[in-house]
């Protein structure tokens, strides 16, 4: 008799096998939703007249005659003006039971009290059900904001009293729409989906579980519980994962095993897998707005492209995604853009300083960044600073790897690439339109030294020095030695620089970075943000700012 | 007969005779909700069962039934699973009307394939009037989010196919909630309310429409056109209003009539009338979501309560309002809470410059504030920059009043004032709980000169040269002069220190501002922010950067 439409939900399907329907939740929740479907073929009757309130018993008379054809009738809704009232049957049937009903109300009809009997065909009822529809604010209303964002027009609705479940006459050209708009508003598709959620805690997935990421969570747990919650935590071995947000002693735990050397595959509740897969596996969870932070140095673009098209927003302190080749970039960025998610990265320059919002809020009101120079390196910084204090190249350079400021291997620091992404990612802000093999990099590593053992390399930096101290006096007549990088949306270059004493550079200290934006307001005089660029606490707190202003809007 | 409750909306009454309705519109919206009313006194019988599907004609039975009785029926709904049905009747029938149900299907009863009639005594119908409401997606979507909002509990609904309402069956105390959530939603109390507003402009009234206003007003409308548009301008006379926009060309006219002197109440289409009457008069329109931006250097605290309190935003240039008594800050900020409005005021402080968005950026992620150093005044830096390069005291303060750095009468600028209420707004946010008099302020205003008429003191001028000129030599000893501030939460001082040159305070040039942020993450660097600090177009840009955070999140 009646035939349900080919898509139909499997809310609560195992995802171990996919296929397998379990029958029944073992404790619904009180809001939830648990499934909707489609009844096609369906035809609207109406029964109108602004003068049916004046006619006795016209419902009871509508379903009488109706009755009397055999016809069955599903969704009956008569709004209380009494006006009209409708309901729907089976659209082969609509024309005996309009035939039949004008007969019914001849008289009326002839006296104009009923206007008649109208059939709108092709419509469809959209029946959605779950426990507690009824009793549960909240739930019609976001039944009816899915499919008035997904532009569906509701003919006719009824929720009856005692009824799990609320039925909707929609075109029947809408029925793929409007499913989808459910489904997705509910997440249906997905494990403890169904839920009507909107003030609870954003989600938050961690990849990478380094010392910046230990820092984060440590602070979303002291200072945003409640509003945020890490769910998940991913490193190169495997992934960790509770839906309702892991315990702040368990993301210490896993933290502390972490500092030990331990991979998240080892740890008590850790699972091996791939970063991709660990995304998918989550994704599959009913998550709040969840948002996948990447703390990792790793190229993860297939993984965040995977976040991305699963529904999550994406937070950047990773460079090398954005500093791929160009086509990956705008893929990347497009995703963001097509499954309507946010991609941020504030950490990736600067660490916790106030650069790439910067760039965005004065574009934002108008203005045209029209170059930006910077010192975006902590390490060289302080090389420099040293050097000008009249220091040996030498004993700088060990002494920024002995205070942590450069790599073990600080040849990685002076190649300028470190540089060179910062550079390109404030470069394709603006427009820039090349790869990074079109930033032009002045390599401190001396010729000859790159191929070096690190051992050897080490030990023979004296050698350098003259050649260091020579250069450091001549820039001295005129200002001071400075790493810099200057980017324009033509050109980016990064190399060293004699900053005179006029400069904003000229007085960066220590292992200080700096920005300088010259902009069309900002032109004879820029605007300058200088500060600590590195370190675990000011990054973890430049990501946290990025967070927040997804969770928040 | 049927009897509507007491609260009833008349969303087109004229404002300027209160009381009066006009009983039609003359060409309502598609899109438009028109009442909202309740009849209070309802009951909701179902009746119900699992077997229903197989018993014939249980509608057409129970309608006869009842009629049967003499009982009017109202709103009906069966939803398709067809397990039950509902409908309202006048609670002081209910009990009769169930009896003749028992009666009806007592045989089905007995065999179980019908559960029983249940009735729900004190409920109450609310019914939603409007054109086209089944017909515009997201008019339902409003009433069910607004409900849902208000925490009310929908028992069940109706809306028929050629209805120009929606009937919603709730429990009878939650009427006035739900009425009042509704009326809320659509605006009904506005003219112009009852349409569905979602993805509208954002509008923005101007209150002050001097050079920062009107570089404000060109900025919305040649960058944000269609996201953001200027309804109204204020100034002392009186206010120019167009709900729907006021056209770029218009605003101009305005700009050049106020450029040449005139006031707005004498433009054409302007009206004579205080500040706080003129919001009130544009609140009392139903517009989108709408941002006061107030760009005066007045007394506006009355205006801006009285926008709090109207549901408008409220965006500052204007540094008076905050750095009034405390007792009115906080009732300020306490308006804005209450009423879930926002309070922005980035330009109040280095225009353009993100100091209140960075002091808040690290708030939010979990720093501390511990200290701001700041020289915030152009003027005074000029002033000490050409004093530090030798230039006398009266041909650098001149030339700041040539140059339009300076205030007509510089007093103004060497009292201090300015830079005293900048340094309490950043107090306050750091949570300085006293008030401008707490403010400990060095005043350039030589002694004696405060009383002289302006232009004896302008030309007395080289009488403080030499004192100058010997300060300014002595400090050159040790570093440079400068006008600064230091903050805190426990206390606030403004005056000249001698900035050494390793500070950052050294390297600062012209009028350029500048801000030391001194944290717990950032303690022993601190982050520095520097640049220009005042003028119309930086300012602007401040500006527009608070009114699209509003109008983005």
Request: glycine share 12%; proline share 4%.
């Amino acid at each position: 008799m009646r035939k349900n439409i080919a898509i139909r939900i499997r809310p609560f399907a195992d995802p171990a096998s996919p296929g397998t329907e379990i029958s029944r939740r073992p404790a619904p929740d009180a809001d939830s939703v648990q499934a909707i479907s489609a009844i096609p073929g369906q035809a609207l009757l109406t029964v109108a007249g602004s003068g049916m309130l004046g006619v006795p018993g016209v419902a009871a008379r509508t379903f009488a005659a109706v009755r009397r054809e055999d016809i069955s009738v599903s969704l009956i809704s008569q709004a209380s003006s009494e006006h009209s009232i409708c309901f729907t049957v089976p659209a082969e049937h609509a024309d005996r039971a309009r035939t039949r009903l004008r007969e019914t109300f001849q008289q009326e009809i002839a006296r104009q009290e009923i206007d008649g009997v109208d059939v709108i065909t092709g419509a469809a009822t959209l029946v959605v059900v779950g426990m507690g529809i009824a009793k549960t604010p909240g739930v019609a209303a976001r039944v009816f904001a899915a499919l008035s964002e997904a532009d569906v027009n509701i003919i006719a609705i009824a929720q009856g009293s005692s009824e799990l479940n609320l039925s909707l006459v929609v075109d029947g050209r809408d029925v793929t729409n409007a499913l989808r708009a459910v489904h997705s508003a509910f997440q249906l598709s997905k494990i403890g989906g169904g839920r009507v959620r909107s003030a609870g805690p954003t989600d938050v997935v961690l990849l990478g579980y380094g010392r910046i990421g230990r820092a984060l969570a440590l602070l979303i747990a002291r200072q945003n519980a409640g509003r945020l919650r890490v769910v998940g935590v991913i490193d190169r071995s495997g992934f960790v994962f509770e839906p309702e947000g892991l315990a702040p002693r368990r993301l210490a735990a896993v933290g502390a095993a972490k500092a030990r050397g331990k991979s998240i595959a080892q740890v008590a509740g850790g699972r091996a897998g791939g970063a991709t897969d660990a995304v998918a596996f989550m994704a599959h969870h009913a998550l709040g707005d969840p948002i996948l932070v990447d703390v990792t140095a790793d190229d993860t673009t297939g993984t965040l492209m995977a976040a991305l098209a699963a529904g999550m927003h994406v937070v950047l302190a990773n460079k090398r995604p954005l500093t791929g080749r160009r086509r990956e970039y705008d893929a990347l960025a497009g995703a963001a853009a097509a499954h309507g998610r946010r991609l941020l990265h504030e950490a990736t320059v600067g660490a916790g300083l106030p650069i790439i919002d910067t760039v965005h809020k004065l574009v934002e009101s108008g203005d045209h960044v029209l170059r930006i120079e910077g010192c975006p390196s902590g390490t060289l910084g302080y090389l420099f600073s040293e050097l000008s204090r009249g220091r040996h190249f030498s004993e700088a350079l060990r002494g920024a790897v002995a205070n942590g400021y450069a790599e073990p291997d600080p040849r990685v620091d002076l190649s300028g690439l470190d540089v060179a992404r910062k550079a390109l990612i404030l470069g394709r802000l603006l427009g820039f339109a090349g790869e990074l093999s079109d930033v032009a990099v002045e390599s401190l590593v001396p010729s000859g030294a790159a191929r070096l053992p690190l051992a050897e390399f080490l030990e023979r930096l004296e050698e350098y020095d003259a050649a260091w101290t020579r250069r450091a006096e001549a820039a001295r007549q005129t200002g001071v030695l400075r790493y810099r990088t200057i980017v324009t949306k033509r050109s980016i270059r990064v190399g060293i620089v004699t900053a005179a004493g006029s400069s904003p550079m000229a007085s960066l200290a220590g292992t200080d970075n700096q920005f300088i934006f010259t902009t069309r307001r900002y032109r004879e005089h820029p605007l300058v943000i200088t500060g600590p660029g590195a370190g675990p606490a000011v990054t973890a707190g430049g990501i946290l700012n990025d967070v927040l202003r997804i969770a928040g809007g």
